[in-house]
């Protein structure tokens, strides 16, 4: 007698594990910076060989991002670097007005009186790929003298990420994992009119963008190079959908260190675009009648006292951990969407039926018309969320203490997931009664500011960032558009500030 082989279930399991404790930042290490200095300059240490000149290295630009996203920096000689750093607080001094100009503006409440200390952080210094002979490496601003026995400066949006990430580790026994989507729009030349190089389908081999010799590919490939030396984990690049548009993907990485690459990735786009005669930009909607550019951040939960239960609602595709930081995310994304989307045009990307996140607080299983989208919903260690409602204007820091404090008032409160994933039908595709049926009953702000407006009205989001950065962030956002508009006539002024 002849038995029929029993059937077992396939293995489902999908996409590449990454955890905390498995992934690095791609930095050069702060103790081989610090133990292998030359004496010669003046610095005590076993070593004679100095590991940035090793490299090549010649200058090094110190870097902050300010409120608007403009990436700013002091480039110091290696000589003078290694003598800043016999300092306790090695770094330069700046104007505290450094963070209420808006191009020339001074935002009210900023005074051009005192200086901050901006403190290198050695554990984030990498080697420019894009800039041969420069290293890069960011700063914290501290006072320059103590104020209430404190030098953290909460204004300061690397400061005050760094203060929201410790606070969710030591209080709440949770840490995550960041990766971001970075998409751009090749020109060719933005003074007399916009106009891209190639119109080219989404992830097509055969047209311009890929063929062979083309100048796109050198770009691209140049880009791939640049990160790879930088140490950033560069995962796929490809064409998108709206003429000579691109995007990489990066790996994902804490909050800080994947705020700081996804800087330095912008910063390495900009640069190897302006390399060949052309200009990269993130503008949300460059093209009416195409795709916009965003930044979509990749965001997993992973709880440091063990594996999360499931979730008794939601099993088995969210744990309770994850559960909750879903509910936390929506009940507060409308506020934090003043971070995530912060200029008048970024809101003409994020309309309903062009698959860039919709205009209802929603979510679902690998679903590009909700705002979050759950990916690999059923392989438990390669979940996560795709926060879509983010674009390539933002500054990454606010990005990530809001999405993130939004999320951790979720799991402290132990909030209930009453929103229901939105199924084949998106949540402006579901009727009003369907919608209550899911539970989705918050609609995203449709302009900035409705946004700013919601973001100054969400107490418990204040709670944790802080009160004085929501209202000084509102402060300088309110000035942003009156200097960077969305019409036609300032379009230029856009695509060259983004």
Known sequence: MVHAPTLSSPNIDFGVRYAPTTVTAGTIAAGAILARMHTANGVSGPGLSQPLEDLGVKFVRLQWVDFSNFVHCRVLTTSHFYKLLRASRPGVTVAKVVLGIVFLTLVEGFSPAGEYVLVMDLASVRVCGYAPGHAAVFGYFQEKYPIGGKLDVPLCPRTNLRRVIKYAAEGLKTEFLVGFETEFILLTTTGAGIHPPSNHGWSTSRTACFASGTTELKILEEIADALATSGIELQVFHSEAAPAQYEVVTGPLPPLEAADALAHTRETIYNIASKHGMRATFVPRLYADSCGNGAHAHISVHPTTGPSPPSKSHSPTLTTH???????????LPSVMAFTLPLPQSYARVKDGIRSGGTWAC????????SVRLTNAHSPQTRHFEVRTVDGTANPYLVLAGLISAGIIGIRDQLELTVQGCGEKSGAQLSEAERAEHGITKMLPLDVESARRYLLEDQKIGEVIGEEVVRTYVAV????????????????RLVESY
């Open 477 to 492: 956002n309110e000035a942003s558009p009156r200097q960077v508009q969305s019409e036609d006539a300032a379009l230029v």
């Open 363 to 370: 979510w679902g299983d690998e679903h590009r018309e909700a």
């Open 322 to 332: 994850e559960s909750r930081f879903l509910a936390g995310l929506l009940t507060h």
